[in-house]
Nanobody, 122 residues
Framework: VQLQASGGGLVQAGGSLRLSCAAS????????MAWFCQAPGKQREWVSC???????HYADSVRGRFTISRDDAKSTVYLQMNAMKPEDTAVYYC?????????????????WGQGTQVTVSS
């Protein structure tokens, strides 16, 4: 499966962005999907995940502000980001887990997209 992330950009604090991650190849219907982010000089961190049944989990730092969703008919996963903060600035990556139920662990994911830059100005 190949993933193509898009939707990043520059936004002011308090604004919103929606990231998309389109999958090509074998369908992702039974895969858990996730978003991670990596700020300059930091390790890649888990943001959110969604399993094949639609169950979602969020990092404490984004809960209540970000929403992950999936449209399997379009082979696309989304991350709606609201009430954004400067500390949300990072490259955002989507990832897929072939056999899991959703995980916070980077090593559990089997394939990754190329990343999309999100910058939040204060």
């Amino acid at each position: 499966v190949q993933l193509q992330a898009s939707g990043g950009g520059l936004v002011q604090a308090g604004g919103s962005l929606r990231l998309s991650c389109a999958a090509s190849g074998p369908n992702m219907d039974y895969h858990a999907m996730a978003w991670f982010c990596q700020a300059p000089g930091k390790q890649r961190e888990w943001v959110s995940c969604i399993n094949s049944a639609g169950s979602t989990h969020y990092a404490d730092s984004v809960r209540g502000r970000f929403t992950i969703s999936r449209d399997d008919a379009k082979s696309t996963v989304y991350l709606q980001m609201n009430a954004m903060k400067p500390e949300d600035t990072a490259v955002y990556y989507c990832a897929g887990d072939l056999g899991g139920d959703g995980s916070r662990v980077r090593e559990d994911y089997d394939y990754w997209g190329q990343g999309t830059q999100v910058t939040v100005s204060s």
